[in-house]
């Protein structure tokens, strides 16, 4: 038995989008429901706006929303019908209703999207919830070309008043809309800044 993640130190501040990178296996997913306190750790130290925090205050605090790689909304209940119990009224519930994207299915039943429509639309809705913090696992997959592009543009706007750490393969999407970038090696984390350090990590081959 190894140990999947070793000695990672990381900080995310309101303002911030952060890319963290790694090979499957790495530990990416792991580290992020270690943090949200859906997996359990031997050890983990969090600490928020300087005060300690235990990962099973994350959830009731409202500090963190999560977006897992599998979806988690009913497939039986119609995109229209979901936004009002997220946001009963508000500036929320009409960017969310208005959304460039979102408005071409919001007549179709959760089940009936497909994987990219329903991704973009659980990313949005978690991350304008009053989270300071939204971690995101592979919001670009299986996402259209446009659907990405708005995408990031979403994330700009909200980042001036909240952090994101984004993990995803799709490295060229990543690197388009963060501020700063990490990648986890061996169970440690390193602070990259390029795709040629990306490379040095053997998280792209040499030819990429």
Not at 57 to 67: A, H, Q, S, T
Not at 83 to 88: A, G, K, N
Not at 193 to 202: A, F, G, P, T
Request: neutral net charge; aromatic residues 10%; charged residues 25%.
């Amino acid at each position: 038995m190894r140990n999947l993640i070793r000695d990672v130190s990381l900080e995310l501040n309101t303002g911030e989008i952060v890319g963290l990178f790694g090979r499957n296996g790495s530990g990416k997913s792991t580290l992020l429901k270690m943090m949200y306190g859906t997996t359990r750790s031997g050890k983990i130290e969090m600490s928020f706006n300087s005060e300690s925090i235990r990962s099973s205050e994350v959830v009731p605090k409202r500090i963190i929303g999560y977006v897992p790689q599998s979806s988690f909304l009913p497939g039986n209940i119609r995109v229209r019908d979901v936004i009002p119990v997220y946001f009963p009224k508000g500036e929320e519930q009409d960017e969310v209703f208005y959304n460039r994207v979102i408005a071409t299915f919001t007549n179709k039943k959760i089940g009936e999207l497909s994987h990219g429509q329903r991704k973009y639309f659980e990313v949005v809705l978690t991350s304008l919830l009053p989270h300071p913090f939204v971690f995101l696992d592979e919001p670009f997959s299986m996402l259209e070309p446009l659907q990405k592009e708005e995408l990031k543009d979403f994330f700009k706007r909200l980042s001036v008043r909240k952090g994101f750490l984004i993990t995803d393969h799709y490295y060229e999407d990543v690197l388009d809309c963060t501020s700063r970038n990490l990648v986890i090696r061996d169970g440690v984390i390193y602070p990259v800044s390029s795709k040629e350090e990306l490379r040095d990590h053997e998280y792209l081959s040499k030819n990429s």
